[in-house]
């Protein structure tokens, strides 16, 4: 069974960083495009960033020269480097995987169970 398991939220200043972090575990064929998405209270949840396996990557305009995605095929990881927070990119963010089981299967969603990232003024 695949599971994502994300960290690295906290509570920062504004102009602040943080890094998250998600890895996958389980028995699976690829890893095809890893993602960072978030949600913040009474708000409808966003797309943030996005990396495939050849790290052609597509961002957000909100944050756009300010957040990064990598990706670590060998830890089956995904990071995303954040900086120069702003109070506005207070909310949860959950990674999302599309994560294809056998060589001769399609992809399927997984998503991690979240974590507070909260930028105070």
């Known amino acids: 069974q695949v599971q994502l398991v994300d960290s690295g939220g906290g509570l920062v200043q504004a102009g602040g960083s943080l890094r998250l972090s998600c890895t996958a575990s389980g028995r699976f064929f690829s890893i095809n495009v890893m993602g960072w998405y978030r949600q913040a209270p009474g708000k409808l949840r966003e797309l943030v960033a996005t990396?495939?396996?050849?790290?052609?990557?597509n961002y957000a305009d909100s944050v756009k020269g300010r957040f990064t995605i990598s990706r670590d095929n060998t830890k089956n990881a995904a990071y995303l480097q954040m900086n120069s927070l702003k109070p506005e990119d207070t909310a949860v963010y959950y990674c999302n995987f599309k994560i294809r089981s056998t060589i001769l299967g399609q992809d399927y969603d997984y998503w991690g169970q979240g974590t507070q990232v909260t930028v105070s003024s």
């Open positions: 990396i495939t396996r050849r790290d052609n990557t």
